[in-house]
């Protein structure tokens, strides 16, 4: 089993950054990614970025560039910098870590397995 646990969401103002950790615990080499997702009220769960223990960094489409993921392998923590809030990233990020993959056409993804329970961002205009 694998423990993740999230902190650093809060209101902020439209403009502003918030830096997210998630500490992770337990059988955690049984996992070779972690990622973030988040979910906005109302919407369905979306994928933010995430990262394979090689390094490579996958982020979504419309962020690249205001969002970075990083990981202390020392502390074995997963951040997430967010430059640039907007009301739009208003939403619960959850931390995920899970497998691998290659994709039919080529693509690397990221399956989680694993999950914790979530930081509040709260961005307001």
């Known amino acids: 089993q694998v423990q993740l646990v999230e902190s650093g969401g809060g209101s902020v103002q439209s403009g502003g950054s918030l830096r997210l950790s998630c500490a992770a615990s337990?059988?955690?080499?049984?996992?070779?990614?972690m990622g973030w997702v988040r979910q906005a009220p109302g919407k369905e769960r979306e994928g933010v970025a995430y990262?394979?223990?090689?390094?490579?960094?996958r982020y979504i489409d419309s962020e690249k560039g205001r969002f970075t993921i990083s990981r202390d392998n020392a502390k074995n923590t997963l951040y997430l910098q967010i430059n640039s809030l907007k009301p739009e990233d208003t939403a619960m990020y959850y931390c995920?870590?899970?497998?691998?993959?290659?994709?039919?056409?080529?693509?690397?993804?990221?399956?989680?397995?694993?999950w914790g329970q979530g930081t509040q961002v709260t961005v307001s205009s």
């Open positions: 337990g059988y955690t080499s049984s996992t070779d990614c």
């Open positions: 990262r394979t223990s090689d390094g490579r960094k």
């Open positions: 995920a870590a899970g497998s691998q993959y290659i994709s039919r056409s080529g693509d690397l993804g990221c399956a989680y397995n694993y």
